[in-house]
Each structure stands twice: as C-alpha cells, then as structure tokens.
C-alpha cells in the first residue's frame, strides 16, 4: 500500500521550510528598511511593490503580444516617508519562487538568480551600489514637501509614480496593485 | 494533401537568418592575451563568416569590449553593430558579446543572467530580444560561455544548476507565447549528452519527439556532430575531425563537441519559421583549422553555425 501518511508528513515538512525561507526574505528587507530608514533619517524607505503591467510598458518593447489581462508584477521600490504623497521609485523588478528561493533581481539590464540569504544580501547590495540607483535615491531623499496639488501634479508628471490602477497607466511601473497608495 | 515531395516543391524561403557562436580564444575571462598575429587571424575567421557565410548574428566568446570593437572595425560593414555582453561584477566576468547585422536584425531588449548562491556566482547567459526584419516575432537568443572543466568539473552541483536556471529562463519566455522562437548558443563545456544539457534544459537529439512534445522539449542538432566526421578507410590516411574544440593535452579524447546551437521547437514545424540542419555544422576553416590541430597557438575552439529560414508557399 502507497505510504501517503509519509507522502503527507513530507509535504507539511517542505510547506514549513517554504514558509521559514519566505520569512527569511522579508527579514532581509526589514533589515534593510531598518537601515535605510536610519541613515536616511527616516527620508527614505524600501519596500516590495505590486504593480500592474500597463499597455504602455508592454508596448514599449514592441513585440506584437498584449500582456494578459491584469498580469502584474512585483518591483523593490523606495519612497520618502516625509513626503506626504511621496512618488515611489522603482529600483529593480522582483520575483520569488513560491517557496521562497531562489528569487531574482532584475536591474540594469541583469537578472540576478539568489539562491540564498546570503546571495540576495550580496546583491541587494550591490543594488545601492548602482550609480543610477543611488541617484534616483539621493533624488527621493531631498524632495521637499509642497502644497497638496502642487505635489500632486508634481508626482504624476514623473516616469515611476504609483498610480491606482483603474486610472491611466504609467509607462514604466503600471498601477499599483494594492489600493494603500500613500 | 500534398505528399512531402509537392510540398518541398511550393515551399519557397522569403528569409533567412544566419547564426554562429564562435569561442575565440582571444581574452578568456576579459583577460586580455592575444598577440597581434591572433588577433589578425580571429579578424580573417570572422570575416569568413561574415562575407561567404552572411553570417547575421554572430556570438562570440571569450572577447572584451575592445576585441569587438577592433573586429566590427575591421568588418568595414557599417550595418554590423554590438551587443557588449562583457559583464564584470565583482569577480565575475562576462565574456562574451554579438555582433549582429542591424540591417535585418533590430535589437529589442537584452540582459545578463546571474545566479547567486552564497558569495559565488555564475554566469548562466546573455539574452537578446531580437526582431528580424519586417517582422513582429521576437527571435530570443540565449547566449552562454558556462566555466571551464578545471573550474567546475564534469558533474560539479554547479553544472546541474546551470542547466536548471537556463531551462526556468525558457520557460519565463514559454510564458509569453506557446511555440517561442528560441535559440541557445554557446560553449556549454559540456557535451550534448551531459545532463545539464540533456536532462535538464530538455535539448535532445529526437526530432519527432520535439514536434510532438508541447513545446517543452528543445532540438540540439549537435547531437550529430559528436564523432568523426569523415569515415575510416582503410589504407587511405585522412584528416577528420570529431568535434568543436581540441584540446592536445587531454588524455581520453582530444575532441569536444563544447560549442552548440539549440533550437526551440517553433523551428521544427510549430511556425513559419524553419531550422535548416544541412546548413548546421562545425566550420573547419581552412588555413585557421591548422593552428587548432598544432596546439601552438591560443586557438582550440572552431565556430558553429546554423541557419533558420522563412517559409512562405508560391
């Protein structure tokens, strides 16, 4: 007779090992919040971000191949949490394996596969290391805060703002998935 | 119905796309070594692809920005451009670029694939979004220098990784369509039947099986190219070669078949576009095919090339 009862203990062995690896993952980027958060002096915050792929940005590779209906994805993006209506920057797309890892970084024209949490340490370092990346951070963190429609105007003029997704879409980020748009 | 022989005879081919990886043993590792005298040989093989062969898109690898500048320079064909995939990142060093004719190719999208794990990293592939002319069906094009044997030997956990994370990159473009046009070229340092190659990114020798599959098994026409090329006679001596790349010093066999081209199944009758087998080969290009043999110089690899065409029905 086939062992399911074994069959069963092994799949809520590998269900916890896939819940410990994904807990695995937020503390790096709690820990890297937590830091950033610090140095920044509370002006700069990193968090991961569920966006709409729009028309536009599908487009704009220009393959003849529409994206499926609300297909999303995830990005690492930073804000300012100063800033009443702060834009969010997108610095590198993100995708996790169900199971946690491996999980990839894609920036700069580099997909970067991390099988561990060493490895997506490593290379969400590098990621602040990227001259662009710090730029578009360095730019975030000395935003000044304005007048409610000034700022709003401001922000919805920018390539990378989160914009609801039932409003027009963004050619570089799409619509934010989650209704919290701060 | 058309029989096979009819069918052949109203098939014409509107296009063609000519592709070849060539290892050129120029700066391994971006580490610059060749003399000027290789570098005028490396200049004459590449410019054999291009002019007798219409070579569009050729890979090339172990080269740095600068190789690849003095080859297109010397090309002398103001429609050859670029694709630098000469990626460093810490220790890491990419080595490998493309140079692609602009002129019926345009280049979409591209981007250099790591995998992390720990403080190591490998290189698995540089990938290119390329749409031949007049047309609106991406070409990917998967282009891979994987490490040495010295490096990570024959069946090192690393090289099963490696084929694993280049079959997830295949799947991520099966997400876009069912039948994508995919191409692998590189030199693997692995053989046809090695598993990261067979077992794991599904590129076999079956033909019959890959049209018949959903599209998940890829075509590796090099399967053909493992042994002599020409047959034993007896009595007549003659030079035949068993493979990519020769290596004097190894003890089992001097030959490899390390350099390959594999397909997707779209090029196997899922779409308009077709592989041409006749055309896929090992070039001995003669008198380059000396300095290989004689194991005097830093030449060991012989370019690979293949040929997709259009079909369209008079």
Known sequence: MTDFIDAFKGGLDAAKAADRARKEIDEVFSDLDRQIIEVSEGKLSIERREYYVTKSSWEALRFSFPPKSKETYWAIVAKNPTIKKTPYKELAKWQEDPVGYPCKLIWAKQEQICEDRAALEICLADLLRDPIVGERLYVLMNLEPLED???????????????????NGDADCGGSVSSDVE | MLNEREYEMLTT??????????????????????????????????????????????????????????????????HYSIYDGTLKEGRLQFDTGVIYNADRLRLVDSCSIVIKHGTSSLKLANRLDLLP?????????????????????????????????????????????????????GDFNDEPFAPALADHLLAIRDRKLVRKSGGEHLYNPFWRHLGERVPHVPGKPCQSYAGSCFYTKNQDTH???????????????????????????????????????????????????SVIQKEGIT
Not at chain 2, 159 to 172: I, N, S, V, Y
Not at chain 2, 272 to 281: A, C, F, G, R, V
Request: proline share 6%; hydrophobic share 40%.
């Open chain 1, 149 to 167: 429609g000034a700022e709003r105007a401001e922000r919805d003029a920018g390539p990378e703002s989160p914009i609801p997704s039932d409003s």
């Open chain 2, 13 to 78: 081919y509107t296009d063609k796309v000519v592709l070849a990886w060539w290892n050129t043993s120029l700066s391994p590792c971006g580490l610059e070594r060749a003399s000027d005298t290789d570098m005028t040989i490396a200049i004459n093989v590449i410019l054999h692809l291009i002019r007798d062969f219409e070579v569009d898109c050729l890979a090339l690898g172990e080269v740095r920005y600068d190789d690849l500048l003095a080859i297109v320079e010397s090309i002398g064909n103001e």
């Open chain 2, 133 to 185: 002319l007049d047309t609106k069906e991406p070409l990917h094009v998967f282009v891979s220098h994987w490490p040495s044997r010295r490096s990570c030997p024959e069946n090192a956990p690393d090289r099963h990784r490696l084929g694993m994370e280049l079959r997830k990159a295949f799947e991520k473009v099966r997400e876009l369509y069912c039948y994508p046009k995919v191409v692998f070229l």
């Open chain 2, 255 to 305: 030959w490899r078949t390390f350099d390959q081209i594999i397909f997707s199944s779209a090029f196997l009758g899922k779409g308009d576009w077709h592989l041409n087998e006749d055309s896929t080969q090992i070039l001995q290009v003669s008198p380059y095919d000396a300095s290989v043999l004689n194991g005097s110089t830093i030449f060991d690899h012989f370019p690979v090339i």
